[in-house]
């Protein structure tokens, strides 16, 4: 229930991509005519993580983990969107072990891979809705981009990285 109930980041995250996933929006609305309150300056919309911006209730973090798991409530629902942290862990876990191959040779990648996936810390992280499995992605890909463009000639992979960066 902590991945779903507005409790801890995480929930945040999921309940901010099934948000997306049904209205197609970020702004939530606040709807306080529901309560009589719309015209009233003392009732307003508050909860843990969201901040009220007018009529309406805007999330505390960055939308790119909820746009990461929104198209996958489309297709599968809250299963769906779950799941979708261990496959990003998954791929984060690949491109650790494609970074290790070339920091420090291919015959270590996968021991690599594998010290990085049974410390802790990524083991609770990967199996909850955290941004930091799809950063920890993005930066992983960005470092394999950068350095297969040092060492060939290919200017664009330096730019694909800076893209993912800033991603």
Sequence with gaps: S?????????????????????????????QLHWIGGSGDKLVTATAQALYPTGDRLAAQFMSGTGLTLAPFGWVGGWTAMLLVPALVGGCAL????????RLVGPRWAPVAALALALTLPMMLTFRSTYSEPLAQLLMLAALCLLLDAVAGTHRWLAGLAGLLVGL
């Excluded at 109930?5 to 939530?28: E, K, P, Q």
């Design 2 to 30: 902590g991945h779903v109930v507005l409790r801890r980041d995480s929930a945040v995250y999921a309940l901010f991509g099934r948000w997306i996933a049904d209205s197609g929006g970020l702004a939530i609305p606040a």
């Design 94 to 101: 690949l491109a650790f072990g494609g970074l290790a191959a």
